[in-house]
T-cell receptor, first 115, second 113 residues
Framework: ETGVTQTPRHLVMGMTNKKSLKCEQH?????MYWYKQSAKKPLELMFV???????ENNSVPSRFSPECPNSSHLFLHLHTLQPEDSALYLC??????????????FGDGTRLSIL | SQQGEEDPQALSIQEGENATMNCSYK?????LQWYRQNSGRGLVHLIL?????REKHSGRLRVTLDTSKKSSSLLITASRAADTASYFC?????????????FGTGTRLTIIP
């Protein structure tokens, strides 16, 4: 139990569907992150939130839309995805935003498959 | 560009042996972290080592950092089947706060019972 819960664990969707990924952290952390993990590639940072304000968007296509209603919850809304978007999507949190000097706590991810 | 690169990409050893994985990076860092990822799970933080530290221990784990060579190693002693996982290093580029944490592609470790 890492203190970061992601749902659903698996998601299969068509290219025209709309779905959302959910992340909840029970650690009292202030910063939350979305990462994309594809086979044979380094972990890609997608979005960063600090005290529920977005601080970073790493040139992510607009078909991915994040939402952070409070410091404990993070969503990733998906719309009109492409087959290359199939990957493991990981949520993480850390106490503060300075990412280098403190550990990040990860959820177990959502395995997304686009048909 | 990618900051940390692990070597080897894959490693298989017998249970009880020691496992060593290496990480090389390109630019100066403030900190380096090691994470483990079991199949189908998220990453779990193992150790954080700062740029002014040379060695750090945690249980059966030993991490070294050589900033002159821009490299780090993770040693797992007396390996167990449960150590089978992928191991990632993550680095932050030295700067002025809010440094981005960049992960490598990982070393896939298999412990043979």
């Amino acid at each position: 139990e890492t203190g970061v819960t992601q749902t659903p664990r698996h998601l299969v969707m068509g290219m025209t569907n709309k779905k959302s990924l959910k992340c909840e952290q029970h650690l009292g952390h202030n910063a939350m992150y979305w990462y994309k993990q594809s086979a044979k590639k380094p972990l890609e940072l997608m979005f960063v939130y600090n005290f529920k304000e977005q601080t970073e968007n790493n040139s992510v296509p607009s078909r991915f839309s994040p939402e952070c209603p409070n410091s404990s919850h993070l969503f990733l809304h998906l719309h009109t995805l492409q087959p290359e978007d199939s990957a493991l999507y990981l949520c993480a949190s850390s106490q503060e935003l300075d990412r280098g000097n403190q550990p990040q706590h990860f959820g177990d991810g959502t395995r997304l498959s686009i048909l | 560009s990618q900051q940390g690169e692990e070597d080897p990409q894959a490693l298989s050893i017998q249970e009880g042996e020691n496992a060593t994985m290496n990480c090389s990076y390109k630019t100066s860092i403030n900190n380096l972290q090691w994470y483990r990822q079991n199949s189908g799970r998220g990453l779990v933080h193992l150790i954080l080592i700062r740029s002014n530290e040379r060695e750090k221990h945690s249980g059966r784990l030993r991490v070294t950092l050589d900033t002159s060579k821009k490299s780090s190693s993770l040693l797992i002693t007396a390996s167990r089947a449960a150590d089978t996982a992928s191991y990632f290093c993550a680095t932050d580029a030295r700067g002025f706060g809010n440094e981005k944490l960049t992960f490598g592609t990982g070393t896939r470790l298999t412990i043979i019972p």
